[in-house]
């Protein structure tokens, strides 16, 4: 067993050249290989690689997808995020959990299969959704999931639950997802017809920094959400010294609720190196990196494909499209399972072989990015609107949206109502306007930009989706009038607190605080003193926070209070005799009663 | 270093050099910021967030953050201090402190930062984590409960050491110090290691000295701390 585990490892460590800074692709295919990164795995990783064992230790348990201890062959994980819950994915869990006769986060006695949650796979237009290893199995019911069940138990391969593919490149032979892209409406910028390449071949006619000033003048903004001017980004990194130079394309879509980038992967890879290669053009690099979130790992043969299609044509590598000395080329880097790692730093850790920690700042990536180096990190729809810009022109795209905020927004709807999916709208859509194309009735909230953003009730339906008014990186989450704003705030605090990456501690603690007074509330416990409590709180959250993460991360009980202060108020209340809600007297007198040999006298 | 900088905290001019950090420049002019992770001539950590101080109105980690001309630094303000309390308070309940019998009291820079900010009790839950204690190793003893995950030894002992004995492992509310074996023991730690002499709290303990100089006469039992960089004004 020993030696073949050494040769495993030293098979894995050689394809990435014995390379330190490729750490993840070792370790995730020792985890799929063996089901674990055991201890023993870890020596022998460090040896080849000329690291610390700990080093190793470190970035294995950083990841939910790896991990020390051996899991089953099949790994079914349950996603859990709030979408899911409400379409029934508890009641999925407890099927499969009684079929297989495992608990969740179990793995059954035999090593066969291993049952666990796991937080937003970027499926919730098509929830209850799981992973049964890196298969996706979409718009569960009970019965299906106990069909599943059954069959897993009977030894059927994960890979043969699909028994009809979806729409578009979800059915080609390479992904065999039944998986549906579900674009509902299509705009102006990524999904209207156009001619592709167009958009590369019009930028090598150029200078570079002729095309960064057309993308300065197109308005265009990042797409993640944080909303930076796309060319000025490009401009820094150009500018920066350093003989190498990346571009990095964030495909780690992991805030709740989001799954466009998902279809743009499927359908639209092409854009998207596009968009690299002219970012690779303007910045003066040749080597690009798509940051594949796990969860997508389904995607990652086909996408390697038409990367290599790319390469055949001339699209990639070496004079693309005939231009001398125009060298680009992309590698893919596949993520396990960390919802941080969409913050660009944490991401460039992750891509270095390191958990994904953010890093400090400055220095920011532009200067010293990956390997040290100046880089550039930009969202998949970000990099699919460039290829759009320099096809058309800029002045044709800063006419669509509105002042601050150009070009059209794909947003991804899910939640309570009809028609969930994918929406390209111009910016600067109404969210009543949405909700009516969505088919949401009896509307009580709406998340908009994922539990990171904003929880929005009725008086805000007249608002408009921008930078400027409600931002967004894609995600809009409705729910109807039978929701508990509560539990969904809980929710989304227990999704925070599983993926802090714990470096900074009022990210680390502080989110663990706040799930604690929410959970409290719920139970019955909470005083109306609660509120100031928990705005202090999420204040010094907000500000002390080292990254987006904990910068954010309070948004759900913040806006909750502001928008829904009814459902708190309802839950407040002092106690009749005087004493903190929390404090139960008699459960308290319990252990000196119990020492005293009689019940307290007065209680 | 020809070069001079000034900029403001609190309202006075403070002078530095290109590449210093706001920490730096200012323990140079005897302002004392609050701070824990950070220790000097280690790669700052920016990870405890005592240090938050804000630059022309945005928080920023006093510890990483490079000074700039002409900005204006602030530090000791009440929303700030109650920042730092708030997070100190963090702290508390995190772990498992118990300061009256740590052999670290007194010379224990949580303990002191709390005695500093005017910290009476903890007004968060305590979280009574399940921390381990490793007490393999014959000169040093390591005692999860304590640690604050500052950083100090992953650093001291990867960069001065070079020896790299400790490093996180886990994320989040899970995150711990681990060491390159199964125990302490089996690392080539020394009790003589930078790493070993430059934990904050009571997680990394040289044995049989704990109690060397005795309560009421340790380093920060009759002024607080700080008080060393303040004198130099």
Redesign the interface.
């Known amino acids: 067993m020993s030696q073949k585990l050494s040769r495993i490892i030293k098979n894995a460590c050689e394809s990435c050249g014995n390379d330190r800074n490729r750490l993840m692709d070792i370790v995730t295919a020792i985890q799929k290989e063996c089901g674990a990164v055991t ?1 023993e795995a870890m020596d022998i990783i460090a040896k080849e690689l000329n ?5 190793v ?2 970035v294995v ?2 990841y939910s997808f790896l991990s020390k201890e051996e899991k089953g062959k099949v790994v079914i994980r349950i996603c859990n995020d709030v979408v899911d819950i409400l379409k029934g994915a508890e009641d999925v869990a407890k099927v499969f959990s009684e079929t297989l006769g495992i608990e969740i986060g179990q793995t059954a006695a035999d090593g066969s299969i291993s049952l666990e949650y796991t937080p937003c796979i970027g499926l919730s237009d098509q929830a209850p959704a799981v992973l049964i290893n890196d298969v996706a199995i979409t718009n569960l019911t009970v019965d299906k999931a106990k069909s599943i069940a059954n069959d897993l138990k009977n030894g059927v391969l994960p890979e043969s639950l699909t028994k009809e593919c979806g729409d578009g490149n979800n059915a080609n032979d390479l992904v065999k997802s039944m998986v549906k892209n579900n674009i509902i409406k299509k705009g102006s910028v990524i999904f209207a017809e156009r001619q592709s390449e167009a958009g590369l071949e019009k930028a090598i006619t150029m200078s570079p920094s002729d095309v960064i000033s057309l993308i300065k003048a197109s308005k265009v903004r990042g797409r993640g959400g944080a909303g930076f001017p796309t060319g000025m980004k490009w401009e820094f990194t150009r500018a920066a010294k350093g003989d190498k130079k990346y571009v990095v394309c964030n495909a780690d879509e992991g805030e709740p609720g989001t799954f466009k980038d998902r279809v743009l992967l499927t359908e639209k890879f092409d854009m998207l190196c596009e968009g690299m290669a002219i970012g690779g053009y303007c910045i003066g690099s040749d080597s690009g990196i798509i940051y594949l979130r796990g969860e997508y790992a389904y995607l990652k043969a086909f996408l390697e494909k038409k990367l290599s299609q790319r390469k055949e044509v001339g699209l990639l590598g070496a004079n693309i499209c005939g231009k001398d000395g125009f060298n680009f080329d992309i590698r893919i880097q596949i993520g396990a399972g ?1 919802y ?1 790692c969409g913050e660009e730093t944490a991401l460039i850790s992750s891509c270095e072989g390191l ?2 920690d953010p890093k ?3 220095p920011f990536p532009a200067q010293k990015g990956y390997l040290a180096s100046p880089t550039t990190v930009n969202n998949v729809e970000t990099f699919c609107s460039i290829a759009k810009i320099l096809e058309k022109d800029a002045a044709w795209y800063s006419a669509i949206g509105t002042k601050g905020s150009t070009g059209t927004k794909i947003l991804s709807i899910s939640g309570d109502c009809s028609n969930p999916g994918i929406y390209e709208y111009d910016f600067g859509v109404k969210v009543s306007d949405m909700l009516k194309d969505a088919g949401a009735e009896d509307t009580k909230a709406v998340l908009i930009g994922g539990p990171s953003g904003q929880l929005i009730g009725k008086t805000d339906f007249n608002r408009i989706i921008c930078y400027d008014d409600l931002a967004t990186g894609g995600s809009i989450v409705i729910f109807n009038s039978y929701r508990n704003i509560l539990e969904i705030v809980k929710s989304y605090l227990e999704f925070f ?10 990210c ?3 989110n ?2 706040l799930l ?1 007074k929410i959970e409290e509330i719920l139970e019955g416990k909470g005083e109306p003193s609660d509120i100031k409590y928990l705005e ?2 999420c ?2 959250v907000k ?4 990254c987006g993460l904990g910068q954010t991360s309070p948004n759900p009980v913040l806006t909750s209070i502001k928008n829904f202060r009814e459902v708190y108020d309802a839950v407040l209340k002092l106690n009749e005799d005087g004493r903190q809600p929390t404090f139960d007297i008699k459960a308290s007198l319990e252990v000196a009663e119990a020492l005293q040999g009689r019940k307290s006298v007065i209680y | 270093m020809d070069k001079t900088i000034t900029f403001k905290i609190d309202g006075v001019d403070v002078k530095g050099f290109p590449g210093q950090t706001i920490m730096e420049a200012a323990d140079a002019a005897g302002v004392y910021i609050p701070r824990l992770c950070y220790l000097k001539d280690l790669t700052p950590h920016g990870s405890c967030r005592v240090c938050t101080i804000k630059v022309d109105g945005r928080a920023q980690a006093a510890c990483t953050q490079p000074i700039a001309e002409g900005v204006e630094v602030e530090n000791n303000t009440a929303e700030l201090n109650e920042k730092r309390r708030d997070i100190i308070d963090m702290f508390f309940v995190e772990g498992n402190h118990f300061c009256m019998f740590c052999e670290k009291s007194g010379n224990c820079e949580l303990q002191a930062m709390a005695y500093r900010l005017g910290i009476c009790a903890p007004k968060y839950p305590f979280q009574f984590p399940d921390c381990s204690l490793d007490a393999t190793h014959p000169d040093l003893f390591i005692d999860r409960n304590r640690c604050i995950l500052c950083g100090r030894c992953v650093n001291a002992s990867k960069v001065i050491d070079e020896k790299s004995v400790f490093e996180f492992v886990g994320r989040g509310a899970a995150k711990k110090i681990a060491v390159n074996a199964d125990t302490l023991a089996g690392t080539n730690m020394a009790v003589s290691d930078k790493a070993a002499g430059v934990c904050p709290v009571g997680a990394i303990i040289k044995k049989r000295v704990g109690f060397e100089v005795p309560v009421g006469k340790r380093l920060y039992d009759t002024e607080p701390i700080g008080s060393d960089i303040e004198a130099k004004q």
């Open positions: 201890l690291v610390q064992r700990v080093d230790e470190s348990s950083f960390a941080i958990r994904g400090t700042r400055p607190v599983e993926e802090s990456c714990g470096y900074c501690t009022p680390r603690t502080g663990v605080l604690n202090d709180l204040s010094t500000v002390t926070s080292r």
